[in-house]
């Protein structure tokens, strides 16, 4: 079985730059505690949130256990992504997995090391707020499944020129 070089690099690039920009965030540049903010753009600051739960905030992890269930549920997950990265044979799906990949292990590293995920990107406009605060990771796992429901809908594989031996047998069913 060939080795999915390239999903598993774009897993590696996304996780470590997603703990990149979280140390970033939360170390120098010091936004580190609930209700820290710094305006980047008129329509994008970043805003520290502490997220304990999964997707939009649901399934909130609020003791060591439900934490710990949550880190193995996403796990679970992560390798299943993983498995299917490692038949998948086409490029742009291996691409869009590793995406998946790289951003489910860097928001599972920061769930084990500190019970819950750092959220920091806040894109806005003036005082409605169309997003729940997001990271890289969570960035990289949207753009991941996008990829992988836009091919599926949007893309078909051709179907396999027919052998020469069917082709004969159709020849003859027409000529008969």
Do not use: C
Not at 9 to 20: E, W
Not at 98 to 119: K, T, W
Not at 162 to 172: F, H, I, L, M
């Amino acid at each position: 079985m060939r080795v999915p070089a390239l999903g598993l690099s774009v897993a590696v690039v996304l996780f470590v730059a997603d703990q990149l920009v979280k140390w970033l965030v939360t170390g120098p540049l010091g936004i580190a505690a609930l209700g820290d903010v710094h305006t980047i753009l008129p329509i994008f600051d970043l805003r520290f949130v502490p997220n304990v739960g999964v997707s939009l905030g649901l399934f909130a992890a609020t003791s060591d256990t439900t934490r710990w269930l949550l880190v193995a549920f996403t796990g679970a997950i992560a390798a299943g992504v993983l498995v299917w990265l490692w038949r998948e044979q086409a490029r742009w799906d291996q691409i869009a997995l590793g995406l998946v990949l790289g951003g489910a292990l860097g928001n599972i590293l920061d769930r084990v090391r500190l019970g819950y995920v750092v959220d920091y990107a806040d894109l806005h406009l003036g005082e409605w707020r169309p997003f729940l605060v997001f990271n890289v990771a969570d960035a990289a796992i949207t753009i991941g499944v996008l990829i992988l429901l836009a091919r599926a809908l949007f893309t078909r594989d051709k179907p396999a020129a027919p052998a020469k031996a069917d082709a004969a047998a159709v020849s003859e069913e027409v000529n008969a």
